[in-house]
């Protein structure tokens, strides 16, 4: 067995560290930094999935907000019907999964741009389906009143449980989001996103794999979905409109694509940020949007790049091959 | 991956202890008074008028002594017309020790963010109009308008003596509010007689209606009831007039409003509108002294939103101050089936009652824009 190198210990006392720090940062808050921190989790979440998508294996999609719809419908219907969020999660995720998959076939014929326009034409039909199918859905009135988790003991009802309810899903999504980036499945993606051509070549099934990017980058959508319908309690189509799949976009950007701790700072970036300038009153979003203009600016590789590369320049140590060290572009 | 992971989490770390920082002292010899509205996004039309509407009102209130003999404070906080921000905020307004939320006037919020006032038995007093939000049994929801349940049929008459309609057509938006208007304007006329000849739904910020026009046109409906926000009823009306659409635009309370008014110019000319309120009533002495002074302060004509936010705030104090302590049940008792006369209650500038649902009833106006302003036609009685 391979031992631990100093890096490796490094690494395992900051995530530790920093899961404390979770667990302990909402204690003796008010509610509504609670739901703020809240919204940060389950959106980092969806940005997961979009990483995966975009940052891991290269394909840009602008429809990561319709499989959020997607999971939030699903779960909101299922646990106004009596089931338990349990048991609606499944489904959930499973017709996120599949709905992902008959997209992604025909749409990965094509990419770059041209895949972000007909992911983009996605998220505007499952917008007008969600809006125009008032049987199902209650079109533009939403629905509302969605219990939260109850697992006997422990209730999700008060915005504490439910904050660390969330932190506890959070937590299981990125550890599997870990496996999967580490295993053939990630190694492939990432040979994909560099050179599809070579990948090809080296017998990488390029079409199935990207399939399989897509499709799972849907399920952490349609995760983050499934707990915005507890966390809201009320959905309507207008939350899931291409505005929001363009912000799960910039927190995977100013994030750090392709970085597996991008989504967080990314998310923390676009939910957190704002909320802390708003201090400044009349002139918070103008703030926020010339930051976001600044970081885009200095640091395209996101937020996370910013250490590595100021570290690289005060203190040389080892060369790193730039394709790999870098995310992936936006090209 | 590279080396810097533990570079990458204090990154992290400190992006998340900052919100941790957050969070205010309050005073215990004032109140406070929660403005949650649409200071940004497309609501900001409506919402950034109901602020200073409200606003106005505090620095009246203050002036008259406070709510409860204490100032009055109103901390502002923009939605940025996000339903989920606008749930966050009143969240943060409870948090922060506010008795009262005033806001939100898209309905879509509304809906989302009265759920976290009513558990938390706080007071709101919204400028929305969609039906729905009176009906969910919430007893701190109170309208400073009527819904549109109420204002649509009061425009039944209109259509069928004034105008002696026999068919007509309807153009709105198709949101919350537009949706909520259209279905009620729909059933009133199935009632009265009238055939819906052409229903054109729109999308919000929607900004070529070419399309619509020319189909309302091709329809040659008697007149139109065109229930749109601000920015698309002023689009709306453009097309209109370059389309020359031949027949009476009637709308509810958005179609004739100052803002519509300046976006849409000289289109404008000739429309009619129901207003619950509006700020041309200056036969009412409350509305003329109310429009003066929002003048004087913010050197622009006052919108329906504006004495919409005024009323909320003074109806606030009215009520506390009756209550005689802040107490979120004992206000809702109070509330559910009152009626303040403008006698007694100058600043509610109209007789005004709410019922036990939390709806409001009160005169209101027909109005025509004529000449780049709205006058008033007729009155229409409380219903």
């Not at chain 1, 017709?95 to 895949?115: D, T």
Request: with cysteine; proline share 5%.
């Amino acid at each position: 067995m391979r031992g631990l190198s100093v890096r490796d210990v490094w690494r395992s006392v900051a995530i530790a560290l920093l899961l404390v720090a979770a667990i302990l940062l909402p204690i003796g808050q008010k509610n509504y930094i609670i739901y703020v921190l809240t919204s940060w989790l389950i959106f980092t979440i969806a940005a997961m999935g979009l990483n995966l998508t975009l940052g891991y294996a290269g394909q840009i999609s602008l429809a990561q907000a319709s499989f959020m719809a997607i999971g939030a419908y699903v779960t909101a219907l299922l646990t106004l019907a009596g089931w338990h969020w349990l048991a609606a999660l499944p489904p959930a995720l499973i017709i996120s999964f599949v709905v992902g998959l008959i997209l992604g076939y025909p749409a990965l014929r094509v990419k770059g741009h041209f895949l972000a326009f007909v992911t983009l034409a996605f998220n505007t039909l499952v917008f007008l389906v969600l809006r125009n199918e008032d049987w199902l859905t209650g079109g533009t009135y939403g629905l509302s009143g969605m219990p939260r988790p109850d697992f006997g003991l422990f209730s999700t009802d008060k915005h504490l449980p439910f904050y660390y309810f969330t932190l506890g899903i959070t937590v299981i999504a990125a550890l599997a989001l870990w496996g999967i980036v580490r295993s053939p499945w990630g190694r492939a993606f990432k040979a994909l996103r560099e050179n599809p051509v070579r990948a090809e070549s080296l017998g990488v099934d390029t079409r199935r794999v990207t399939l399989l990017a897509f499709a799972i980058g849907s399920v952490y959508g349609g995760l983050a979905g499934a707990l915005i319908t507890p966390l809201v309690q009320f959905i309507e189509p207008g939350s899931f409109g291409l505005a929001h799949s363009l912000r799960i976009l910039l927190m995977v950007v100013v994030g750090g694509a392709g970085y597996f701790f991008g989504p967080f700072i990314g998310a923390a970036v676009v939910i957190l940020l704002p909320e802390v300038l708003r201090f400044t009153e009349g002139y918070y979003l103008i703030i926020y949007s010339a930051l976001v203009i600044v970081m885009l600016v200095f640091v395209p590789s996101g937020l996370i790049g910013v250490w590595g590369r100021l570290k690289a320049k005060v203190w040389p140590k080892q060369q790193v091959r730039t394709d790999m060290a870098e995310g992936a572009g936006l090209q | 991956m590279t080396r810097s992971h533990r570079y990458r989490s204090l990154l992290l770390a400190v992006s998340i202890a900052v919100p941790a920082a957050l969070g205010t002292a309050q005073a215990a010899d004032t109140v406070k008074l929660g403005l949650v509205a649409e200071l940004s996004g497309a609501g900001a039309p409506a919402g950034t008028n109901w602020r200073d509407g409200a606003k106005l009102a505090v620095a009246e209130v203050n002036a008259a002594g406070g709510i409860l003999g204490k100032k009055v404070e109103m901390p502002e906080y923009d939605t940025q017309t996000d339903p989920q921000v606008s749930r966050a905020l009143v969240q943060k307004a409870i948090d922060e020790g506010v008795i009262a939320i005033i806001g939100t006037v898209y309905s879509g919020s509304t809906m989302v963010n009265m759920l976290v006032a009513k558990q938390n038995s706080i007071p709101q007093f919204v400028g929305s109009e969609a039906p729905a939000i009176v009906e969910k049994g919430n007893p701190f929801v109170y309208r400073t308008s009527s819904g549109a349940q109420k204002g649509v049929p009061a425009l039944t008459p209109y259509f069928k003596d004034t105008l002696k309609a026999k068919k007509v057509g309807v153009a709105w938006v198709n949101n919350e509010f537009g949706k909520g208007g259209r279905n009620v304007f729909i059933a009133e006329m199935k009632k009265a007689g009238i055939d819906v000849v052409v229903d054109a739904a729109s999308e919000q910020a929607q900004t070529d209606y070419a399309a619509d026009v020319a189909k309302i046109k091709s329809a040659n409906p008697d007149a139109v009831f065109v229930y749109m926000n601000q920015e698309e009823s002023a689009r709306f009306l453009i097309e209109a007039k370059k389309q020359a659409l031949p027949m009476p635009l009637v709308g509810e309370v958005t179609l004739t409003e100052a803002k519509v008014i300046e976006l849409a110019g000289n289109a404008a000319d000739g429309a009619i509108a129901h207003v619950g309120v509006t700020a041309t009533a200056t036969e009412v002495p409350g509305i003329a002294a109310f429009a003066k002074s929002f003048e004087d302060t913010f050197k622009r004509k006052p919108t329906h939103d504006a004495i919409k936010g005024y009323v909320g705030v003074w109806a606030t104090k009215y009520v506390t101050d009756k209550v005689g302590k802040v107490d979120g049940e004992a206000f809702a008792k109070t509330m559910h089936g009152l009626c303040l006369k403008a006698a007694d209650h100058p600043k509610i500038l109209l007789d005004t009652c709410w019922d036990d649902r939390g709806e409001m009833s009160r005169p209101s106006f027909m109005v025509q824009v004529k000449g780049g302003s709205p006058v008033v036609i007729g009155t229409v009685p409380a219903n």
